[in-house]
């Protein structure tokens, strides 16, 4: 099937330690995205990829930034983590088009200590 | 400052009943709305949208209602089922040809048997 696939599911990191999160997608969808969820709050969207032109949101911390080496991977890197980005990753994907749907993948849960 | 609301925290209902989840949205610039179903430790899955150009998209047992006018969606399931337990996100889009989704903070669903 095709699928978003995150890895890992569940990642703990110590406060300050860079760490990397993997996506990858077979849906071949030329936009992925890159969602952060704390508890109890919504998904909140920090930046996008169109093909490879990197699309920053306006408030994202410059802590976290993001590689797609080609179609099916995309990285996300928290350079310097701190105790606040403790949260749901999310990654997404959809076609380049309005009206259509994003497919999220299982997401990674980051604990920094 | 949240553009996309879901006021109620929680809902259940009985099974066989009708489930109706509401969602309010700010910007007026939003011109696709989404629902999406989350059970926990997974990603949200697609459940059903509506384009701003219609007030109502039926799918089986789900049906999406918007009212532009009063920036107002909702979502109707009949009839619900044990199995429609779960957190469902209401989320918004402008037209961008992106799918830079903003998120309502949820409202968990407990279908009783």
């Known amino acids: 099937d095709a699928m978003v696939i995150q890895n890992p599911r569940y990642q703990v990191t110590q406060f300050g330690k860079p760490v990397t999160l993997s996506c990858s997608q077979t849906?071949?969808?030329?936009?992925m995205y890159w969602y952060q969820q704390k508890s109890s709050q919504a998904p909140k969207l920090l930046f996008h990829?169109?093909?490879?032109?990197?699309?920053n949101e306006a408030d994202t911390p410059d802590n976290f930034q993001s590689r797609r080496p080609n179609t099916s991977f995309c990285f996300l890197d928290i350079r310097s983590p701190g105790l606040g980005d403790t949260a749901m990753y999310l990654c997404?994907?959809?076609?380049?088009?309005?009206?259509?749907?994003?497919?999220f993948g299982q997401g990674t849960r980051l604990t920094v200590v | 400052d949240q553009q996309v609301k879901q006021n109620s925290p929680s809902l259940s209902v009985q099974e066989g009943r009708i489930s109706i989840l509401n969602c309010d949205y700010t910007?007026?610039?939003?011109?696709?709305f989404l629902w999406y179903k989350k059970y926990p430790a997974e990603g949200p899955t697609f459940l059903i949208s509506?384009?701003?150009?219609?007030d109502k998209n039926e799918d089986g047992r789900f049906t999406v209602f918007l009212n532009k006018s009063a920036k107002h969606l909702s979502l109707h399931i009949v009839p619900s089922q044990p199995g429609d337990s779960a957190v469902y996100f209401c989320?918004?889009?402008?037209?961008?040809?992106?799918?830079?989704?903003?998120f309502g903070t949820g409202t968990r669903l407990l279908v009783s048997p």
């Open positions: 997404a994907t959809s076609l380049a088009q309005s009206n259509t749907e994003a497919f």
């Open positions: 849906l071949n969808h030329n936009v």
């Open positions: 990829y169109y093909d490879k032109d990197f699309n």
């Open positions: 910007n007026s610039m939003f011109d696709y």
């Open positions: 509506i384009s701003s150009i219609k």
């Open positions: 989320a918004a889009s402008p037209n961008t040809g992106f799918q830079k989704l903003v």
